[in-house]
């Protein structure tokens, strides 16, 4: 099981079945930094009231089953259907 957290005060955390898809880690051969997207189920737009005043430049981390995967900052968000962070290294 994958969770976000988003290191805030009070701390966010989404998991199954909010999170519904983790993207490629990408980074460029010319010394980009590495970047994810992860995106939330917010149909119901129970996101978008804690993202409303998005947590840019806040720590995130994400792990699976407990184990963590990335870490880097949120660096964009943006809210429709789903809400979509971006992270990055």
């Known amino acids: ?3 976000l957290i988003v290191h805030t005060v ?18 460029a051969v ?6 994810i997207t992860v995106t939330l189920d917010n149909a119901r ?6 993202l409303a005043d998005p947590p840019l430049r806040a720590a995130a981390t994400l792990t699976e089953r407990g184990i963590t995967i990335f870490t880097g900052r949120v660096q964009a968000v943006s809210l429709s259907a789903t809400a979509t962070l971006t992270l990055e290294n």
């Open 30 to 35: 010319n010394g980009e930094v590495p970047n």
């Open 1 to 3: 099981m994958f969770a």
């Open 10 to 27: 009070p701390p966010l955390v989404f998991s199954w079945p909010e999170l519904i898809d983790i993207g490629d880690e990408q980074s």
């Open 45 to 50: 737009g129970q996101v978008t009231p804690l």
